[in-house]
Every structure is written in C-alpha cells, then in structure tokens.
C-alpha cells in the first residue's frame, strides 16, 4: 500500500504539470488578453485626445500607438517573450526582469527616482547584439540633490533618539517646495530607497546640521542588461532592454501580482476564503446530513408512497439549476415581491461589526438559509439515489440474508451489517473535503451578491486577469489531485477488504 500512495503522490507532479500548461497556453492564445483590452483603452484615449499620429508607430484600431509604449506595455504583462520562456518564468524556473525598462544606445533614461542610466559600446565591442558588448553608465546627480533632511522629530517622553524625515522634494510653485516619498530614519542606520538604493543620516555639526548619505553600490551590482534586440520596421532604433533579474514564480512563493486589484494574487485569493469556506462547509454537511438518511430511507421503504414523493421532490430540485432556483427564491422571499422574509443577497448586513452577539448570528443566519439552499439542492439527487442503491445491493447480498435468517432485527442488519459496505461510493465525495473552498458556482454567488471564490475566478477570466486565474488553478487542481488520494485512503479505512497493490 506505501508504494501505491508513493506512487500517487509521484504523478500529483506531471499531472499538475499537464493542466498548468494546457491553460496557460489556452490563456496566452486566445484574443482579448490583457495586452490587447490595454492597447483598445490607449486607443480610445488616444483618439478622445486627438493623438492620432506619431512616429514608428503601430496601428491598433487605425489609431497609433507609440512602438516605445508598446513594448512597456508588452513586458509589464509579461509578452516579451516566448511563451514555453513565459511559462517556466511563471513556475520560478526561469529568472524574470525585475522592474526592467528599455533604452537606446547613448541615451540617458530615468530608471527610478533620481537614477538615470544610459548603454554605451564598450571598448573594442565588435558592434554586435552581445550584451557584452555594451556597458552601463549611471548618473545620481538627481538622487543626490532632491533627496534631503526635510524635517527633523525630537525624541520621544520615553528617550531614544531623534527621528529624520528625509524625502524627495521638488518645487510645487514658485517657492513652495512640495516633499514626496517620505522615509523615517534612525540616525546612522541605512534605510532602503526605492531603486536599490539605501540611505543613512548623520550629524554633521551646530552649523551643517543633519545630512544624508547615500550608498549606490547595489544599482551597479543588480541592475544589468538583460535583452537586446535590432531595429526592425516597427521599431527603427536599437532597444537595450535594463533590469534586475531574480527567479521568482510559483514555486519560490510569488504568484504575481492581480491586474485588476493591483495586490498580490495570494492576497486577493485569501479575502475570499473565509466566505468560501463557510458556503462550502454548511452545503456539504447539509447534502450529507440530509442525503444519507434519506438515500437509507427510500432504500428500506423502496416502491411505496413515501419513496415516490421524496424521489419526485429530490429530481424536481435537481432538474432545475442551482442559479435559477435562487433566482426564484429571491423572488418568492426576498424583496417583497411575494414574502418579505429573506435579503436580496450580500453575505452580511451593512454595520454588521456592530451589532451585539445574538444579531450577528440572526443576520448572519438570514442572510446564508437561501444561498445554501441554492448551493445544496442540485446535489441532493446524486447523492440519495447513490445511497439508496448502494444500500440496495448490500441488502441483496449473501451475508444480509443469512443475517435476516438467524433473526437478526431488521435495524441492525441494515445499520450494523449493510450500511458500512453502502458507504463505500459515498467515499469519493468525502475524499473532496479539501476542495469545499471552491464549492459553489460563480452564477449563485452573482445572483446572491455573494464576493467569493466562484465569482471571483468568473470576473478574473472575464477580465483577463491571468495571475488570479492561474492562482485560482493551482489551488483546484492541486486540491483535487490531493482530495483523489484521501479518497483512496477512505475506501481503505471503510472497507478493509479493499488493498492497493
């Protein structure tokens, strides 16, 4: 049995592999992308603007986008490159360009606040497009004279020492100085910047006062060239491509950032848990709860009339959608279109953190009974049927017979004998324990106004927002692959006849 889940475990791998790769290829082919919706907005800009012409342009729409915005535009979503070079970036198996820009040979280019850069022709370069062949030369004259002690806070009652407020200032209007990207420092400790830059402030006497003193080491040591490419018809100049490079992807625990939330994905996915989790644990023990003893039930009083209407009431809920039956539901009991008894939706009333313990759980409540019974309804039919017909064919078996022959009582037989072996099917359902935070469909929660993990992946996919998208399947499928192996597990702890070799 080890080797088997060894094994399992094992192909978790290429299975992960295959279906990560067969969506994001599916994701970076089809038309609409993220690239594309940028490029209609710009053109829509563009033209309510009236710029409608430019050099070395392309065309989007018969409106001009400049080449240079473009290509910014392509490397900020990550299409600069092929897309097997795009996949393993994703992974964390490839170096990605941290913060990179492109720029021309022999032409300063701001990098960050302060810093400017340009590529020279090293010494005896033989002209070609080897990165080798072109050297960086930076220029901190900005940094270092708009970067100042703006202000400086005496100790604290408690002690310690002062507090300097050094920023980037610049000249509002004519004499009112305007301080920006403030940053607190502890005299004579470095503090980061931004651009890889650090910064440290010391007493220079009564009459210089505070000054600061900057350390650029680490823009030379990570900044680099990266890519460089040759002029084309669409691009007509040189482009030398300068960033910092780092692997970062799935596996070292960044999954991007959202395009639409401007967060990162793991954030945006995590505010979706609690409500996900709490939808998906009451609609899975409630289908359970309500489906075992039923599917028992009809098993034990098969062909009467109790059998025929719970069947006919189960099917009937079954054969209507889960979305649609909320819809009906909130027509019935919300709004008062019929009974003003139920919200129209939401996962809690407005000022809900006020209210005292009793209120929140009676809100709560009202605001959960429709949207469960939305979720539950279309399962209740598989669920019964599959227990009333595994506790059918227990029941014609050998062994139950021979139990009915000694005088066992018809209630231990089914319950003490049968009811163990009907579990058996059941057993797929529970191995998906772990997949309840995606239990629901995005149609209910928008019918409900519900923001949680369905919806979410709904709006992701509608929007393009690939990085929330591929966050989102990763902890599907990897979930699912994982609920697979639990369910392996159940079958073996409920039947112990059952052996994986």
């Given at each position: 049995?080890?080797?088997y889940?060894?094994?399992?475990?094992?192909?978790?791998i290429?299975?992960?592999?295959?279906?990560?790769i067969?969506?994001?290829?599916?994701m970076?082919?089809?038309?609409g992308?993220?690239?594309?919706?940028?490029?209609?907005?710009?053109?829509?800009?563009m033209?309510m603007s009236?710029e409608t012409?430019?050099?070395s342009n392309?065309?989007v729409?018969g409106?001009?986008?400049?080449?240079?915005a473009?290509e910014?535009?392509?490397?900020?979503?990550?299409?600069?490159k092929?897309i097997?070079?795009?996949y393993?970036r994703?992974?964390?198996?490839?170096?990605?360009?941290?913060?990179?820009?492109?720029?021309r040979?022999?032409?300063?280019k701001?990098?960050?606040?302060?810093?400017?850069?340009?590529?020279v022709a090293?010494e005896?370069?033989d002209?070609?497009l080897?990165k080798?062949?072109?050297?960086?030369?930076?220029n901190f004259?900005?940094l270092?004279?708009k970067?100042?002690?703006a202000?400086v806070?005496?100790?604290?009652?408690?002690?310690g020492?002062?507090?300097?407020?050094a920023a980037?200032?610049k000249f509002?209007?004519?004499w009112?100085?305007?301080?920006?990207?403030s940053?607190?420092l502890?005299?004579?400790e470095?503090t980061?910047l931004p651009?890889n830059v650090k910064?440290?402030?010391?007493?220079?006497?009564?009459?210089?006062?505070?000054?600061l003193?900057?350390?650029?080491?680490?823009?030379?040591d990570?900044?680099k060239?990266?890519?460089?490419?040759?002029a084309d018809?669409d691009?007509p100049?040189m482009r030398i491509?300068v960033?910092?490079?780092?692997f970062?992807?799935?596996l070292t625990g960044?999954?991007g950032k959202s395009?639409?939330?401007?967060q990162p994905?793991g954030?945006v996915?995590?505010?979706k848990?609690p409500i996900?989790?709490?939808?998906g644990?009451?609609?899975?023990l409630?289908s359970?709860?309500?489906c075992?003893?039923l599917g028992?039930?009809?098993?034990?009083r098969h062909?009467?009339?109790?059998?025929?209407?719970?069947?006919?009431?189960?099917?009937?809920g079954?054969?209507?959608?889960?979305?649609a039956l909320g819809?009906?539901l909130l027509?019935l009991?919300g709004?008062g279109?019929?009974?003003?008894?139920f919200p129209l939706?939401?996962?809690r009333?407005p000022?809900?953190?006020e209210?005292?313990?009793f209120?929140?759980?009676?809100?709560?409540?009202?605001?959960?009974f429709?949207?469960?019974?939305?979720?539950?309804?279309?399962?209740?039919?598989?669920?019964?049927?599959v227990m009333?017909?595994?506790l059918?064919e227990?029941?014609?078996?050998?062994?139950?017979?021979?139990?009915?022959a000694?005088g066992?009582?018809?209630?231990?037989v089914?319950?003490v004998?049968?009811?163990?072996n009907?579990?058996i099917?059941i057993a797929?359902?529970l191995?998906?324990l772990?997949s309840i935070?995606?239990?629901?469909?995005?149609?209910?929660?928008?019918v409900?106004?519900?923001?949680?993990?369905g919806?979410l992946?709904?709006t992701s996919?509608v929007k393009?927002d690939?990085p929330?998208?591929?966050?989102?399947?990763?902890?599907?499928?990897?979930l699912?692959l994982?609920g697979n192996i639990?369910?392996?597990v159940?079958?073996?702890?409920?039947?112990?006849r059952?052996?994986?070799?």
């Amino acid at each position: 049995m080890t080797s088997y889940f060894i094994r399992r475990f094992l192909l978790i791998i290429p299975t992960f592999l295959g279906i990560t790769i067969l969506v994001f290829t599916i994701m970076q082919m089809v038309p609409g992308g993220p690239l594309e919706q940028e490029l209609l907005n710009l053109q829509m800009g563009m033209a309510m603007s009236g710029e409608t012409a430019g050099a070395s342009n392309d065309m989007v729409g018969g409106t001009q986008v400049p080449a240079a915005a473009l290509e910014e535009m392509e490397r900020f979503y990550g299409f600069d490159k092929p897309i097997q070079i795009r996949y393993l970036r994703w992974l964390g198996l490839w170096p990605r360009d941290m913060e990179g820009i492109s720029v021309r040979p022999d032409q300063w280019k701001k990098l960050q606040r302060g810093v400017k850069v340009r590529a020279v022709a090293a010494e005896g370069a033989d002209g070609s497009l080897d990165k080798g062949d072109y050297n960086l030369e930076w220029n901190f004259t900005d940094l270092n004279k708009k970067w100042e002690v703006a202000e400086v806070l005496p100790p604290t009652e408690a002690g310690g020492d002062s507090t300097i407020i050094a920023a980037w200032l610049k000249f509002a209007g004519s004499w009112v100085r305007k301080m920006e990207d403030s940053t607190a420092l502890k005299p004579g400790e470095w503090t980061d910047l931004p651009g890889n830059v650090k910064v440290k402030a010391e007493y220079a006497g009564v009459e210089e006062g505070w000054r600061l003193d900057l350390d650029t080491s680490k823009v030379h040591d990570k900044w680099k060239i990266t890519d460089i490419k040759a002029a084309d018809d669409d691009h007509p100049n040189m482009r030398i491509t300068v960033a910092w490079t780092r692997f970062s992807g799935l596996l070292t625990g960044d999954w991007g950032k959202s395009y639409v939330y401007a967060q990162p994905v793991g954030k945006v996915i995590k505010s979706k848990f609690p409500i996900s989790i709490y939808f998906g644990l009451i609609g899975f023990l409630l289908s359970y709860l309500v489906c075992i003893p039923l599917g028992v039930m009809k098993a034990v009083r098969h062909t009467t009339q109790f059998d025929f209407w719970s069947s006919t009431i189960v099917f009937l809920g079954y054969s209507i959608p889960g979305w649609a039956l909320g819809a009906i539901l909130l027509v019935l009991f919300g709004g008062g279109s019929f009974w003003n008894v139920f919200p129209l939706g939401g996962f809690r009333s407005p000022g809900w953190e006020e209210f005292s313990t009793f209120m929140k759980i009676k809100d709560q409540v009202h605001h959960t009974f429709l949207p469960v019974l939305a979720y539950a309804a279309p399962s209740f039919a598989t669920l019964t049927v599959v227990m009333k017909n595994s506790l059918m064919e227990n029941l014609g078996q050998d062994y139950v017979r021979t139990a009915f022959a000694k005088g066992l009582a018809e209630r231990k037989v089914v319950f003490v004998h049968a009811f163990r072996n009907s579990l058996i099917p059941i057993a797929t359902g529970l191995g998906h324990l772990l997949s309840i935070i995606l239990a629901g469909s995005y149609l209910i929660e928008k019918v409900f106004n519900i923001q949680g993990f369905g919806l979410l992946g709904f709006t992701s996919i509608v929007k393009r927002d690939y990085p929330v998208v591929l966050g989102i399947l990763v902890i599907g499928s990897l979930l699912r692959l994982f609920g697979n192996i639990m369910s392996d597990v159940l079958y073996a702890v409920i039947d112990p006849r059952i052996r994986f070799k």
